[in-house]
């Protein structure tokens, strides 16, 4: 079965022009490009997570019989992009920085801001996008000096805040900064 999800989802991506879905998805006014990230950290992420086009929509429909209610929201998001990286006393006031600086270009941009939680241990914000009033994009970016992570995470597209907590309550997030 594996073997088979495998060799699906490499002739599903060989059918696609991966540029031309990654070009399309960079003008969305929901998407923010972290790209700047593995310079910042010399290190390839030891979670990056790239999953829009044909593949998304494979995602959805592998979904749709254990989670119809996720399968439906993965329908109506046009990407999900993750960055998580270790933390260390070493990167930690570039990353910060870093940080600091797409926040306020994300509000400048228009963005509005959900959430800041500046703990001890964490600090995370939470950023939307709206167009028309509705979400077409959220962005959470997260420092957690307790687990030495950081977590970048950009969902582009339409998004039901309702469905993003239930599905969130599912997987056992019961904060922001969970995701």
């Keep these: 079965m594996k073997s088979t999800l495998l060799l699906l989802i490499f002739l ?88 600091d600086r797409v926040s306020r270009l994300l509000v400048e941009g228009g963005w509005d801001t959900v959430i800041a939680v500046r703990k001890r241990n964490e600090d995370v914000n939470m950023y939307v996008r709206l167009v028309d009033e509705e979400i077409a994009g959220m962005v959470v970016m997260s420092i957690n000096h307790f687990d030495d992570e950081t977590a970048f995470l950009n969902i582009v597209g339409d998004i039901d805040p309702e469905q993003i907590g239930r599905i969130g309550r599912k997987f056992g997030a019961s904060r922001v900064s969970d995701f």
């Design 12 to 99: 599903v991506g060989s059918w696609t022009d991966p540029v031309a879905a990654q070009s399309s998805i960079e003008t969305d006014p929901g998407y923010v490009s972290f790209a700047d990230l593995n310079d910042i950290f010399g290190v390839a992420p030891k979670i990056e997570a790239n999953i829009h086009g044909a593949i998304l929509r494979l995602v959805a429909e592998a979904a749709e019989l254990e989670d119809p209610e996720l399968a439906d929201l993965l329908r109506r998001v046009r990407g999900v992009y993750v960055r998580v990286f270790d933390l260390n006393r070493l990167n930690l006031d570039t990353v910060k920085s870093y940080k």
